[in-house]
């Protein structure tokens, strides 16, 4: 599951404390979690933006770090644009929706260059390394919902995104983009000290798993909040309502994995 891309590891500051965790982790001691070292990332990091945070307040009224400034916004303005896209596919089929983005003259394209093409509309208004993570978690998240296997046509792409809708509902669309993103985050910022730290291919590998176990039950736990109190019910996803509870949604998921810091579940 991890990025094509990786960055030496910062150093200085919290990112100290992140290094001790990283090698107590890969030693063995039990004495650190994988949820521990993501909040610890995040917190290091600045927020789940990879731009200068701002500050939000989030469902619980305590002050996010990246929902209310311009990295945390690009996220949030993706997460508003892939759910208003996959309602719209839902309700009226692929040539819909894709009308819906602007991007229509993909009618009939290989599944391949539909996706490609919905991700960079989708992380168009960044570049750099921000577009560059945004991206590709919106493609793979539209890749794993698909599933798509020996016949990656434009009515395959239709009718498995259909069906996977159909399951899963947007959250569930919500929910892959959101663990590929914090996924990629993390990882992007710990995997060279990572490799650093250990000689083992199976090492690793296990942490990696184990990161991106943490980042997902995390994000599910978090979007399932938001469907259960329904606050993703009749939402017009493309409009200020559906940026708004976007961002509320990246806000308190970054307080979520905030709070692992301070010695959170494994």
Not at 50 to 62: C, E, M, N, Q
Not at 226 to 232: A, D, S
Request: hydrophobic content about 35%; aromatic content about 6%.
């Amino acid at each position: 599951m991890g990025t094509s891309k990786s960055m030496p590891t910062p150093r200085g500051g919290k990112w100290t404390g992140v290094k001790d965790e990283i090698s107590l982790y890969l030693s063995g001691s039990g004495s650190v979690t994988a949820q521990q070292i993501v909040g610890s990332t995040i917190v290091a990091a600045g927020g789940l933006a990879l731009r200068s945070p701002g500050g939000s307040a989030g469902r619980g009224g305590g002050g996010g770090t990246s929902g209310g400034g311009t990295g945390g916004r690009s996220v949030a303005r993706a997460v508003s644009g892939l759910a208003g896209f996959g309602t719209a596919l839902g309700a009226g089929g692929l040539t819909q929706a894709l009308e819906l983005l602007g991007i229509d003259d993909l009618r009939g394209k290989p599944a391949g260059e539909v996706i490609s093409r919905i991700a960079d509309h989708l992380s168009k208004d960044v570049n750099g390394l921000e577009q560059d993570v945004l991206r590709g978690a919106i493609q793979q998240a539209i890749y794993n919902a698909a599933e798509l296997a020996d016949d990656p046509t434009y009515e395959n792409l239709e009718a498995s995104l259909q069906t996977y809708l159909s399951r899963e509902g947007v959250e569930g669309l919500i929910e892959l983009f959101l663990t590929q993103y914090v996924f990629d985050r993390v990882w992007l910022l710990i995997e060279d000290y990572v490799n650093k730290r250990t000689d083992s291919q199976v090492d690793m590998s296990n942490m990696e798993a184990a990161v991106e176990q943490a980042c997902r039950s995390n994000v599910h736990d978090e979007v399932d909040t938001y469907k259960t109190e329904g606050q993703f019910d009749n939402l017009d996803w493309f409009g200020q309502d559906g940026l708004r509870v976007a961002e509320t949604v990246i806000t308190d998921l970054e307080q979520r994995l905030q709070q692992a810091a301070q010695g959170g579940a494994a």
